[in-house]
């Protein structure tokens, strides 16, 4: 069992859609170099862990998660050059860097797919999934955009299979080279001094071995921590095997050689159970899994008690809970709020101070919002795929059909493109409030992107919030969440109003505040909390155990 001093326990993460962070030299994408001139920015920010979408070589059809090549950089983001000196650069900043890596499907331009589909008899054949059809395809199994993930090859007459997008052939890890294969990209980019991968949809990595169909279910709607069931079917033989647990422990394994200490952060769903899973029974596992259930919060002091109080229990110390707000691929968080940024203010809180690590994705720290494209004029698959459906519809069912819409570039200062480019981006920006941009929040103390810079270097000054255990604390206040945090002789207290009315807590004990927001005052042993604001306090009754 790893011990609690692990550094990936105790980071922070924020993640870089490398498309639409900085583009350097007018094309309208965001690129490399564009991303090394805003080093200095995210260091000032706090953050401590970056983590990178995809930017190896690509056609793109899937934004940077079809992948050509898992040892070159597509010339849209820059060179390899590029890639060695931004990584020297962050780790001179005393951040570390996590790579995006997709195990589970190449591309279907990747060199080894268009050998394999060449014909039957080709070596690289079994690198993929093939299997013969009739005039129907192979099973039932139902891909996690909604439809057969069986595609017909009429060159060799036979089906492959992919458990996303039809352009994106799942590989085969059945089969002992592909495994060796990918753990030698695990290898290439570790040795150039990564400190991690976020492993994308890695609960796919394996499928049954005999094929069979998968059992009917009632649900539709898949979610985005639930993918084992939906489109009408329970995906038992197709996401979530056994032979996927036991991969993570090789994988682990297999870099746990390497100086730097690198961890592995998978996505994964289903149930706590399945999680736990991937995490292996002695934590030999995946170091940590995505937990998505806070990107379906209430905006209740119930709801998040509820959660605290569910991962204090399954995943107690040592397991390392995350606390995830959005990505790209779920609707940005904020419009759940109606752009209300006292509330964002409330809920980063609680993603920071909570016992986890908290992961930030790009624009969060500003509150940028979600974008309108329709689905008709979305560029991404999945929005081209259901492009007849009307965006409010979508909306109105809660299903998230075009992932352009949290996507959007990057807002730095309020000219004619957000500073992100010189040239034209290549998603729409549309009308720009000056007050949502990082130049213009970076001189108010009050700013959301203030917020979240105190949140990371709270996390930084503070032991016991790294490493402290956690304790929820009743209060008589329905609308208040206040949770505990301690780690030997020190102890803090979180208090969150929910509520749109003041309220007023006594005879809490001697603190001393040590972050105040929206309004709310800490004095004598009691606490004021306006409406959607907070408080964390140290007790001083306690000494400091900080760094």
Known sequence: MENKMEWWKQTSIY?????????????????????????????????????????????????????????????????????????????KRKMKVVLDMVMNHTSDKHP??????????????????????????????????????????PQTEEYYYSNFLSFQPDLNYRNPKVKQTMLKVLDFWLQKGVDGFRLDIFNSIYKDESFRDNPFSLRFFPTPDNHDEA????????????????????????????????????????????????????????????????????????????????????????????????????????????????????????????????????GEEIGLREG????????????????????????????????????????????????????????PIGSINPKNTVLEQKKHSDSLWKHY??????RKKWKVIREGSLRTIPTEKDDVLCFERSLKENTLRVFLNFGTKEVRLTSLGKGNDLYVFGGAIWEGDGVTLPAHSGAIVELVSQKSSRK
């Not at 080709?122 to 199994?141: C, E, L």
């Not at 690198?262 to 999680?275: A, H, K, N, Q, R």
């Not at 979508?394 to 493109?417: A, F, T, V």
């Not at 810079?453 to 709270?458: A, D, G, I, P, R």
Request: hydrophobic share 35%; charged share 25%.
């Open 15 to 91: 993640q870089i859609y490398p498309w639409s962070f900085q583009d350097s030299n007018g094309d309208g994408i965001g690129d490399l170099a564009g991303i090394l001139g805003r080093l200095d920015e995210i260091q000032e920010l706090g953050v401590e862990t970056i983590w990178f979408s995809p930017f190896y070589r690509s056609p793109g059809e899937d934004f940077g998660y079809d992948i050509s090549d898992y040892t070159t950089i597509d010339p849209r983001f820059g060179t390899m050059a590029d890639t060695e000196g931004l990584i020297k650069e962050i780790h």
């Open 372 to 427: 309108k494209i329709s689905n008709f004029k979305g560029k991404d698959p999945i929005a081209k795929m259901n492009s007849f459906v009307p965006l409010f519809l979508s909306n109105l069912l809660g299903i998230y059909i075009n992932r352009d819409n949290c996507r959007l570039p990057m807002l730095w200062d309020d000219s004619k493109y957000g500073g992100f480019t010189t040239g034209v981006p290549w998603l």
């Open 112 to 153: 080894w797919f268009l050998e394999s589909k060449s014909s039957t008899s080709n070596p690289k054949r079994d690198f993929y999934i093939w299997r013969k059809g009739t005039k129907k395809p192979p099973n039932n199994w139902i891909s996690m955009v909604g439809k057969s993930g069986w595609n017909y090859d």
């Open 231 to 362: 489109f009408f079917q329970k995906k038992k033989y197709n996401l979530n095997l056994s032979e996927s647990f036991t991969f993570a422990k090789e994988v682990r394994k297999h870099i746990s050689k390497y100086k730097q200490k690198p961890f592995l952060i998978g996505e994964v769903s289903g149930s706590d159970t399945i999680l736990k899973s991937f995490l292996g029974e002695k934590l030999d596992g995946l170091n940590l899994v995505f937990q998505f259930e806070l990107i379906h919060f209430q905006y209740k002091a119930k709801f998040f008690r509820n959660l605290l109080e569910k991962n204090e229990t399954i995943f107690p110390s040592p397991y390392t809970p995350t606390y995830v707000l959005g990505n790209h691929d779920q609707r940005r968080y904020i419009d759940r709020l109606g752009g209300d940024q006292r509330k964002a203010k409330l809920l980063a809180c609680f993603q920071f101070m909570a016992r986890g690590v908290p992961i930030v994705y790009y």
């Open 453 to 458: 810079q105190t949140l990371f270097q709270l």
